[in-house]
C-alpha cells in the first residue's frame, strides 16, 4: 500500500491545524454556521440531528494492522468503542463531541489516514473489489490503479468544488463485485489478444491499449467528469428536465 513521503505527511498535518483553527473560530461565534459548514464538509465532518458524524477515508479499503489499531483507539477514546465501515470503504464515527474533531483527526495522521474530501460536493474515494489482490478471476490487481486514480483526484483544483459529489470505482475481475456501474464512472481492467492489461470504461468495446498504470487514461476521466458536470449544471439552470419516471 502507498506510503507517505515527508510532502504528503506535511500536507495532511497542516490540513489538521488549519481545521483546529477553524474549528475554534466556530466554537467562538467567530465564524458562521454558514461559513464553517463549507469547512467542516472538507474534513468530512458532518453535523447529523444527534451529534456530529466524521467520516474517514479507506483509499479502496486498504488499511494496516496499525491504522487499525488506531482506528480502534479512536473508537474507544472519542466514541462509543465502534465504528462503522460503509459500503463505499471509508469508516464513519457517529458520536464525536465536535470539539474533539480535530484531535482525532491528529491521531489519524500520526498513522497516514485522514477525512479529506469523504463529504461535500468533491471527488470521492475510488473503491474497488474487496477481494481485491486475493480473488482467483482476477484479470489484475486494481488497487495500484485506484492509488493513481486517488493522487488525481485528491485537492485537484478543477474538481474541488462541484455541483455534486462525483465516485470512480475499478473493476479487476471477471465478476463485478465493486458494483462500478453504481458509480459515476466505472473502470473495467480487461485484457486484448495479445495479453496486454489496460483500464477501459467499457468491458465490451475494443479499447486502445494503454502501458499499465499510464497517466493516459486521466484525459479519459476528466472528460467524463466534465460533461457530467455540465449535465449536472445544465439541469439546476432548468434548461432541460429530467424525464418522468416510467
Known amino acids: 500500500m502507498y506510503q507517505y513521503n515527508d510532502k504528503d ?10 481545521f483546529r483553527r477553524q474549528t475554534e473560530q466556530f466554537l467562538k461565534g467567530e465564524i458562521s454556521e454558514d461559513q464553517y459548514r463549507a469547512l467542516r464538509l472538507r474534513n468530512g465532518l458532518y453535523i447529523q440531528t444527534h451529534a456530529p458524524m ?7 479499503g486498504l ?30 464515527f457517529n458520536w464525536p463531541k ?33 477481494l481485491a489482490g486475493v480473488c482467483v478471476d482476477e484479470i489484475e490487481d486494481p488497487r495500484p490503479y485506484c492509488e493513481i486514480i486517488r493522487q488525481w483526484t485528491t ?5 474541488a468544488y462541484l455541483p455534486r459529489k462525483f465516485k470512480i470505482a475499478v473493476s479487476g475481475s471477471e465478476q463485478d463485485r465493486a458494483a462500478v456501474q453504481l458509480h459515476d464512472i466505472g473502470v473495467y ?11 477501459t470504461l467499457d468491458p465490451d468495446a475494443s479499447p486502445p491499449f494503454h502501458t499499465a498504470l499510464s497517466p493516459s487514461i486521466f484525459p479519459l476521466l476528466a472528460l467524463q467528469i466534465r460533461l457530467g458536470l455540465s449535465y449536472t449544471r445544465i439541469i439546476k439552470a432548468g434548461c432541460i428536465k429530467t424525464p418522468d419516471p416510467a
Do not use: W
Open 9 to 18: 505527511q506535511t500536507l495532511v498535518d497542516e490540513r489538521v491545524a488549519q
Open 54 to 60: 466524521l467520516r474517514i477515508a479507506g483509499p479502496y
Open 189 to 199: 481492467l480487461v485484457r486484448n489478444a495479445v495479453g496486454e492489461v489496460a483500464p
Open 98 to 130: 465536535l470539539e474533539e474533531v480535530p484531535d482525532i483527526l491528529a491521531e489519524l495522521a500520526s498513522v497516514q489516514m485522514h477525512a479529506i474530501q469523504t463529504s461535500g460536493n468533491c471527488m470521492r474515494n475510488t473503491t474497488s473489489d474487496h
Open 155 to 159: 485537492l485537484h483544483p478543477e474538481f
Open 63 to 92: 488499511l494496516n494492522s496499525k491504522q487499525l489499531r488506531k482506528l480502534a483507539h479512536i473508537a474507544r477514546n472519542y466514541d462509543k468503542s465502534y465504528c462503522h465501515f460503509t459500503t463505499r470503504q471509508n469508516i464513519q
